[in-house]
Structure formats: structure tokens, C-alpha cells
């Protein structure tokens, strides 16, 4: 099968991609990451300002 695929159309085997494309896939995962880091970031700031409150509130109410 592959045989008479090559004998069809030549096969183009590029191992390394071009600078372009390089470049295009390093900014894709930059802004995938950043996008995933502001995911995770949300939850968890919301829970820092949580208990940032509930020690407030214990700070106050031991000072009395």
C-alpha cells in the first residue's frame, strides 16, 4: 500500500517544522498555559480572600 502511494505522489517527510510554524506553536502554548494558569488562578484567590475574612472575623472577636 504505501508502495503504491509513493509511486502515486511523492511522500514530503518534514521532521522539523519551519521557523513560522515554530514560533506560531510557542505562542499557542504560551497563551493556552496562561489561560489554564487564570483558570486555576480564580478558585483559588476566592478561597484566600475566604479565609482571609474568617481570620479577620477571629481576629476581631478575640480582641474583645
Do not use: W
Request: aromatic share 8%; net charge neutral; no cysteine.
Amino acid at each position: 500500500l504505501l508502495i503504491g502511494l509513493l509511486v502515486k505522489k511523492e511522500i514530503k517527510i518534514n521532521i522539523f517544522p519551519t521557523q513560522e510554524e515554530s514560533d506560531r506553536q510557542i505562542e499557542e502554548t504560551y497563551s493556552l498555559l496562561e489561560e489554564l494558569h487564570l483558570a486555576y488562578n480564580h478558585p483559588f484567590m476566592a478561597k484566600i480572600k475566604n479565609n482571609l475574612g474568617d481570620i479577620k472575623n477571629f481576629i476581631s472577636r478575640d480582641r474583645k
